[in-house]
């Protein structure tokens, strides 16, 4: 090998070096052939599942939700206190940010994220009651929540995650959204478990959720298994 050529080498691995195999993995996506609850794209080493549609919202607004899921404990997590700034990214029909909005008043906001007019609509009417006008109707994108940089205490995402079409963008701008001591919260079903009766696609390891968040720029700072079928995992910015 020429000598110049190997020079120009060595200055393209010195150069990619500090950024580490698992950012350029953090890059990559993969197309594939779809499994039946997946669209074929694949990120760092998982298929992203189809989404949930609005026709869905039933499954939303279930009566043994909060049994099932136990909402009361998850909102003890949240460690929410008036005058926060929170968003709700994937909100759906607004059934947790109805439940977060008395937490953060007064002087709180609750920005409700989807990218589906649908559900923004029936988040509408659901929040008419007294005390929700807090709740702030989000329309994001696939690839961006579309909130003010700088903005948000705390950004959680319920059984949305594994849903993203463009993941790596979605964090980005996450990231950009929270304040300097901000918090992200991954609430995801336990794939370890096998008794959690959900689609395998629909579930995520902790493992997974850090490699993810990890590689996209965020610091894990603890998980807790309080909730029966689901990981809370937090992270900073």
């Known amino acids: 090998m020429p000598t110049s050529r190997r020079l120009w080498l060595s200055a393209a691995v010195a150069i990619l070096a500090p950024f580490g195999s698992g950012l350029r993995a953090a890059e990559l996506y993969e197309n594939g052939p779809a499994s039946l609850d997946g669209i074929g794209k694949r990120y760092m080493g998982r298929e992203i599942s189809g989404v949930m549609g609005w026709q869905g919202a039933g499954w939303l607004e279930r009566e043994e939700r909060e049994r099932e899921e136990r909402t009361d404990v998850l909102l003890r997590l949240l460690q929410l206190s008036p005058g926060m700034v929170v968003a709700d990214i994937g909100a759906g029909t607004g059934y947790l ?58 950004a959680i995402m319920v059984d949305v995650y594994h849903e993203l079409a463009f993941p790596k963008e979605v964090l980005a701008s996450i990231r950009r959204a929270l304040k300097p001591t901000g918090r992200l919260v991954f609430v995801e079903y336990r794939a370890e478990d096998p008794k959690v009766p959900i689609k395998p696609l629909h579930k995520m390891s902790e493992a997974q959720v850090r490699r993810e968040a990890e590689a996209n720029g965020f610091a894990w700072q603890a998980t807790r298994n309080d909730l029966p079928w689901q990981h809370f995992i937090v992270f900073g910015r």
């Open 97 to 154: 940010a109805r439940r977060m909005a008395a937490q953060v008043r007064p002087g709180g906001q609750v920005l409700a994220v989807d990218v589906q007019p649908q559900m923004l609509r029936m988040l509408e009417k659901l929040s008419r009651e007294p005390g929700l006008e807090l709740i702030k109707p989000s329309l994001g994108a696939p690839d961006d929540v579309r909130l003010a940089a700088g903005t948000v205490d705390l």
